[in-house]
């Protein structure tokens, strides 16, 4: 299993294991048990999430140096998916505690966030990868980052100055 299947098991078992020693049904599980499956559980989710951000940390710093971009583009798509993926399971869990709630809910927006971004730069790496796909373009654009940097580029003070530059 997963560090992510392992996670979803162990809160499916602690609210299993919760609901029996409410009911008083089901195997004996003391306080104590509970408390610790508690902790154990908290610290899984936390590192579980150190997990999923060192992920897309990783991801952003190996397709900044590919040498194509629609293999970036693929590799932010998988893990947009992954997240989204991720991020459905976790959605769909039940209310356990309202401490380990906080923390799968802190979980849920990391995720979000996470397929969020994924899904920009994947969007960034497809368009770049589109507008380089012909040889016009891709002048254009490498003329268009040279005047970037060489400051040339005409600035304007409002989006209405804009829009009349573009019209004249």
């Given at each position: ?72 583009a693929t590799a932010w798509e998988s893990l ?44 960034a790496y497809r368009e770049t990868g589109h ?38």
């Amino acid at each position: 299993m997963t560090a992510f299947e392992d996670t979803i098991e162990d809160i499916k078992q602690l609210s299993r294991d919760w609901a029996n020693a409410e009911r008083g049904t089901g195997r004996t599980v003391s306080l104590e048990d509970v408390v610790r499956s508690l902790n154990a559980l908290r610290e899984r989710i936390q590192t579980f999430r150190q997990y999923v951000v060192s992920l897309y940390n990783a991801a952003d710093l190996l397709t900044a140096s590919f040498k194509s971009l629609q293999l970036a583009a693929t590799a932010w798509e998988s893990l947009r998916n992954d997240y989204a993926l991720v991020s459905a399971r976790f959605e769909k869990l039940p209310k356990i505690e309202p401490g380990i709630d906080e923390v799968i809910d802190d979980l849920r927006r990391v995720l979000r966030d996470l397929e969020a971004k994924s899904d920009q730069e994947y969007r960034a790496y497809r368009e770049t990868g589109h507008l380089l796909s012909s040889p016009a373009n891709a002048r254009e654009l490498q003329e268009s980052i040279k005047e970037a940097r060489e400051g040339r580029l005409e600035t304007f003070a409002t989006v209405e100055d804009f829009k009349k530059s573009l019209r004249g």
